[in-house]
T-cell receptor
Framework: DTAVSQTPKYLVTQMGNDKSIKCEQNLGHDTMYWYKQDSKKFLKIMFSYNNKELIINETVPNRFSPKSPDKAHLNLHINSLELGDSAVYFC????????????FGPGTRLTVT | AQKITQTQPGMFVQEKEAVTLDCTYDTSDPSYGLFWYKQPSSGEMIFLIYQGSYDQQNATEGRYSLNFQKARKSANLVISASQLGDSAMYFCAMRDNRDDKIIFGKGTRLHILP
C-alpha cells in the first residue's frame, strides 16, 4: 500500500496554463505539506496543513493555492504557470505538528515550456 | 534563525567501508529534532533516522547511526558497511518546536564504488 501518493508523476505544460497536483495519504496523519525541489536539489517548504487548517504559508506567490478537503488530502493548484515554476513538487505528511518525521510522496516533476 | 549546513557536496567511498556525512545546525530553540533523508536517483525521499535534542543516546537504525554532538551542534550520519545501493543524495534536516517548519540542508551526493 502506498503511504503518500501524488498524481500526476510528470506534468508538462505551457506558460500561462493552470494545473493541479493531487496528494493523498493513508497513514492517518494529521499534518500534510508541500515542498518544492529546484534544479539544484534544494528542498523548500511551501505550505503545511494540520487537520485541514493552513499552518505554514512560506512566502509563496499567490498563484499557488493549496486546498485540503479532508485531512487525508492536500492538493496544489497553480495558476498562470511560469517557467520558474519548473521543479519537482513533493507532498509529505507527519503524524501531527511537532517533532515527528515526515513521509514523502514520490514527487511530481513539473515542466513549464 | 534556523540553519542547516552540509559541507560535503559529493563523496566517493569504496564499497563496504563506513561513511560519515557531515551536518551542522543552528537554532535558538532548546527543543528540536534532526532528521536524515535519502534521495536515490529514482527521486523519492526516504526517511532514514531521527534524533531529538533531549535524547540521551545517539539514534541507530540498522546500518545507520547518528553521531549527535549537541555542544558542537553537529548531527553526522554514519553508514556502516556501505553498499552500492547507498549511492544517493543525502539530506540533513531540522525541525524545532517554535515554528514547526522543517528546513533542509543542500545535501551530499554519495557515490559508492565497487
Amino acid at each position: 500500500d502506498t503511504a503518500v501518493s501524488q498524481t500526476p508523476k510528470y506534468l508538462v505544460t505551457q506558460m500561462g496554463n493552470d494545473k493541479s497536483i493531487k496528494c493523498e495519504q493513508n497513514l492517518g496523519h494529521d499534518t500534510m505539506y508541500w515542498y518544492k525541489q529546484d534544479s539544484k536539489k534544494f528542498l523548500k517548504i511551501m505550505f503545511s496543513y494540520n487537520n485541514k487548517e493552513l499552518i505554514i504559508n512560506e512566502t509563496v506567490p499567490n498563484r499557488f493555492s493549496p486546498k485540503s478537503p479532508d485531512k487525508a488530502h492536500l492538493n496544489l493548484h497553480i495558476n498562470s504557470l511560469e517557467l520558474g515554476d519548473s521543479a519537482v513538487y513533493f507532498c509529505a505528511s507527519s503524524l501531527r505538528t511537532g517533532l515527528y518525521e515526515q513521509y514523502f510522496g514520490p514527487g511530481t516533476r513539473l515542466t513549464v515550456t | 534563525a534556523q540553519k542547516i549546513t552540509q559541507t560535503q557536496p559529493g563523496m566517493f567511498v569504496q564499497e563496504k567501508e563506513a561513511v560519515t556525512l557531515d551536518c551542522t545546525y543552528d537554532t535558538s530553540d532548546p527543543s528540536y529534532g534532526l532528521f536524515w533523508y535519502k534521495q536515490p536517483s529514482s527521486g523519492e525521499m526516504i526517511f532514514l533516522i531521527y534524533q531529538g535534542s533531549y535524547d540521551q543516546q545517539n539514534a541507530t537504525e540498522g546500518r545507520y547511526s547518528l553521531n549527535f554532538q549537541k555542544a558542537r551542534k553537529s548531527a553526522n550520519l554514519v553508514i556502516s558497511a556501505s553498499q552500492l545501493g547507498d549511492s544517493a543524495m543525502y539530506f540533513c534536516a531540522m525541525r524545532d518546536n517554535r515554528d514547526d517548519k522543517i528546513i533542509f540542508g543542500k545535501g551530499t551526493r554519495l557515490h559508492i564504488l565497487p
